[in-house]
């Protein structure tokens, strides 16, 4: 189907289409959630994220973000992504953990309408993005209960949030993103609902990784570093989402 760069360029019309077509390739597999709607705005030709965003004004990415998401198949959730907009950097987040130093007023103005309009169209979860906007927080958004809460209470989001792929942090290199069971930690700490951490079954043939991430989990929960009331209101969000699928 066309991409972003070629939607963004043409109708609404053109886009609902595109849309509509990939959220029933996504029913045909037998899967219920699509992750494609990109809601970043990019910066230009020089930034990662480019060909995937829809326009480099924000407004136009906000119109066709609205139109892609409307775009429903009963039984398919839509996901925004990356929160809270990879377009505000250059690099490429599964190398780096890039930065930025935005003003918040500044930054909800451009890059954070997209997102509202996307909550606002009705898009079940958010992905987090792994970059840092220090202006906000010393964290990586995806580790960021600052950038959750912006999420949840200045955009008014009460449905699932779920990371990147946690993954992209240990690439790279920086030291405090080497633990796999260590970040998972940080990113339940901060909010997130759903983790994300794609294992290489080439390195880890035997899926000791998640083996590990589950120990870090349940004791952090046992230990109190996260609350088991947390953890019943992301269970309740994601639960209330399979049921709204199932029923659809």
């Not at 890059?111 to 009705?122: N, S």
């Given at each position: 189907y066309p991409?972003?760069?070629?939607?963004?360029?043409?109708?609404?019309?053109?886009?609902?289409?595109?849309?509509?077509?990939?959220q029933e390739?996504?029913?045909?597999?037998?899967?219920?959630?699509?992750?494609?709607?990109?809601?970043?705005?990019?910066q230009g030709s020089g930034a990662y994220i480019h060909?995937?965003?829809?326009?480099?004004?924000?407004?136009v990415v906000g119109e066709h973000v609205r139109a892609a998401v409307a775009a429903r198949v009963p039984g398919v959730a839509q996901t925004v992504k990356h929160f809270p907009g990879h377009g505000?950097?250059?690099?490429?987040?599964?190398?780096?953990?890039?930065?930025?130093?935005?003003?918040?007023d500044q930054w909800r103005a451009t890059?954070?309408?997209?997102?509202?309009?996307?909550?606002?169209?009705?898009a079940e979860l958010v992905?987090?993005?792994?970059?840092?906007?220090?202006?906000?927080?010393?964290?990586?958004?995806?580790?960021?209960?600052?950038?959750?809460?912006?999420?949840?209470?200045?955009l008014g989001f009460d449905g699932v949030i779920i990371t990147d792929d946690l993954r992209m942090l240990k690439r790279s290199g920086e030291e405090a993103y080497q633990d796999p069971a260590?970040?998972?930690?940080?990113?339940?700490?901060?909010?997130?609902?759903?983790l994300m951490w794609a294992v290489d079954?080439?390195?880890?043939p035997d899926y000791g990784t998640y083996d590990r991430i589950l120990d870090a989990l349940v004791a952090a929960v046992e230990s109190g570093v996260v609350s088991e009331e947390q953890v019943d209101a992301s269970l309740e969000r994601v639960l209330r989402l399979r049921i709204s699928l199932a029923a659809d």
């Open positions: 991409g972003a760069r070629e939607l963004g360029a043409g109708s609404l019309d053109a886009t609902a289409e595109a849309f509509l077509a990939r390739l996504v029913a045909s597999t037998g899967s219920n959630v699509n992750f494609g709607v990109v809601a970043d705005v990019s060909n995937r965003a829809f326009s480099t004004d924000s407004a505000m950097v250059f690099a490429d987040t599964h190398k780096v953990v890039p930065s930025v130093a935005m003003p918040y890059h954070g309408e997209p997102f509202a309009i996307g909550i606002e169209a009705g992905m987090m993005a792994h970059i840092r906007v220090t202006t906000v927080s010393k964290d990586p958004a995806s580790l960021s209960d600052d950038w959750i809460g912006i999420l949840r209470n200045d260590t970040v998972m930690v940080q990113a339940l700490v901060a909010g997130n609902d759903l079954p080439v390195s880890d």
